[in-house]
């Protein structure tokens, strides 16, 4: 009436991993089948399962050659290279970093570079004046400006006194008999007068310098200086966008070159990898190409050479092959 065939599975008999139970029972009502059926599968933990994780095994076991077409290119690529073992995922992985990076280092390069086109430096920088200088030279001539008037005030002081003295002498000379000792002090008088006036103007003139022209200089001063500054600074400026232009340059070819070592390590892995087929290979791009053209541009027939191979390649020793829908064959 009913039963079951039980089937363990393990490396060996002593260690099974799961029991997997087929249980049958012959049907009683009528107009249903002779029997119904029932699929159990134990773990050695006790879990259960069903045909679910049948399925499972048998998809890792084999492949659906004619599934293997539908996919798209990037899954071909991908089932391929796991089942020959290639694993360039760190690769792809150090490759797209060191493409980003370079990507914006090569883009800050193209802004310094056109920044360092626009900038414009005179070759030689015109000389700076020192208007501290200058102004000093101004405050010595109105000094020497100032002790000349003097001078002359003085002069002209000293020369309405001795003509003041002059006429006291004349006035004391009428009246020399009885002023003599007036005229004798104002002869003295007169005379030092006369020696300081003849000292005053025996004295050489102060040269003043051009107030007017030195003025005009410290004017000029400004924009010169304002010129130096700013040819100066135009120089530094471009200096330092050159030396970043240079260091971005020289980052970009290093990564660069990086990205070429990474490239040649993933075509060094790929060209190790033993192949189902010959002429079968993995393109940069992750997908599946076959005689030097993508999978998705072969013929009918080839398509499926490749995919039988692949599939065959799956597990040789099993020899089996999963096909759903035979009827695309």
């Not at 050659?65 to 290279?81: D, I, Y």
């Not at 980003?100 to 390069?109: H, S």
């Not at 200088?133 to 020497?144: F, G, H, K, N, V």
């Not at 030396?243 to 980052?251: L, P, R």
Request: aromatic share 4%; net charge negative.
């Amino acid at each position: 009436e009913e039963g079951f065939v039980s089937v363990l599975v393990g490396p060996d008999a002593e260690h099974p991993e799961y029991r997997v139970t087929r249980y049958f029972k012959r049907s009683t009502k009528e107009g249903e089948k002779p029997y119904t059926t029932r699929l159990v599968v134990k773990d050695k933990e006790g879990l259960t399962g069903g045909q679910a994780l049948l399925n499972g095994w048998l998809g890792s076991i084999t492949m659906d050659p004619m599934a293997f077409l539908g996919m798209k290119p990037a899954q071909q690529g991908e089932t391929l290279r796991k089942m020959v073992g290639l694993d360039t995922s760190e690769i792809d992985r150090k490759r797209a970093a060191t493409f980003e990076t370079r990507r914006d280092v090569n883009r800050d390069l193209k802004q310094l570079e056109g920044e360092l086109a626009g900038l414009v430096a005179p070759e030689e920088i015109p000389e700076a004046v020192d208007v501290d200088a200058l102004l000093e030279e101004a405050r010595l001539a109105r000094l020497q400006e100032a002790a000349e008037a003097d001078r002359k005030t003085q002069i002209n002081w000293q020369r309405s006194e001795f003509d003041n003295l002059k006429a006291t002498v004349a006035a004391i000379e009428e009246k020399i008999r009885r002023l003599r000792d007036d005229l004798d002090d104002a002869q003295e008088a007169a005379t030092s007068a006369e020696l300081a006036l003849q000292e005053l103007e025996a004295k050489p003139a102060i040269e003043v310098p051009d107030l007017d022209a030195i003025a005009a200089r410290i004017a000029s001063a400004s924009a010169a200086n304002r010129a130096h500054d700013a040819a100066k600074a135009a120089q530094a400026r471009r200096a330092e966008v050159k030396d970043k232009v240079e260091a971005k340059s020289t980052e970009s070819n290093a990564l660069t070159a990086g990205i070429e070592r990474l490239d040649g390590q993933k075509a060094k892995a790929i060209a190790a990898c033993k192949m189902p087929l010959k002429g079968l290979a993995i393109g940069e791009d992750g997908s599946v190409s076959y005689r030097g053209k993508p999978l998705s541009q072969a013929s009918s027939a080839e398509a499926i050479q490749v995919s039988l191979a692949i599939a065959m390649a799956q597990n040789p020793r099993l020899r089996v092959i999963h096909i759903r829908d035979g009827s695309l064959l």
